[in-house]
């Protein structure tokens, strides 16, 4: 299963996501997990190379040869964390997801940035949004999650704001991070089976 999470904004929440996702993934402990950095930055790359997440498989694939090679021949669980700029690689990787997760921010001009990242993703994949560093209680993310409700895009998980999670690769992977992100692969797959 390829899992691909992707916004064309910066700065959302992409590669925490996908570390995240595929430590939940790990967590499982029933199928192989991969980690595909897409992203030429390669911050999840850097992320392992500081912090490995036990039972994740990192596959290093900043270009569309090398993201379309590594989403074609693997079993398993695939968590892809895609770039913000660069759309070919992105569109590469929508081309072979089976769900994509959209990570974004409550409020402000977030909508516009979403919607686009849903145009690009082929009509039936499965896509949720996953509202990432969440301020839990305020209107701002009251109203955002109405929003996407009443647009019919499926709200697959909000993660709290936390410094643990901020700390990103300098850190451990947080508890209640880990556990939010499994409620989201939860989510993902009752909606790709
Ligand atoms: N739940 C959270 N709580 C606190 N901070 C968070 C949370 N999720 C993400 N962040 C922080 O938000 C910032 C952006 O996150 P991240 O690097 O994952 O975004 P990105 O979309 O991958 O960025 P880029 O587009 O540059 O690749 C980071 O500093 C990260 O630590
Ligand atoms: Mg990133």
Redo the contacts with the bound molecule.
């Keep these: 299963m390829n899992i691909v999470v992707g ?1 064309v ?11 995240y996702l595929a430590a939940a993934a790990a967590a499982r402990g029933r199928e192989a997990v991969f980690l595909v950095d897409s ?1 030429p ?1 390669g ?1 999840a790359a850097e992320w392992f190379e500081q912090n490995p997440v036990e039972g994740v498989e990192l596959i290093e694939a900043p270009s569309e040869r090398t993201v379309v090679r590594a989403l074609s021949n693997s079993d398993g669980i695939v968590v892809v ?1 895609t ?3 660069d759309e070919r690689i992105v569109r590469a990787a929508l081309r072979r997801a089976d769900a994509v997760i959209i ?1 974004t921010r409550a409020g402000g001009v977030e909508p516009s940035r979403v919607l686009a990242t849903l145009e690009m993703t082929p009509a039936d994949i499965a896509c949720g949004i996953v509202v ?3 301020r839990l209680g305020t209107n701002d993310l009251e109203a955002t999650v109405e929003d996407w409700s009443n647009a019919k895009v499926p709200v697959w998980g909000v ?10 690769p300098a850190g451990r992977i947080y508890r209640e ?1 880990l556990e ?1 992100y499994q409620e989201v692969l939860r989510k993902v797959m009752r909606a790709v089976r």
């Design positions: 916004n904004k910066g700065g959302v929440g992409k590669t925490t996501s996908s570390v992203d930055q911050s964390d770039p913000p700029g990570p990432c560093a969440a993660i709290p704001e936390r410094v643990a999670i901020a700390s990103g991070g939010a």
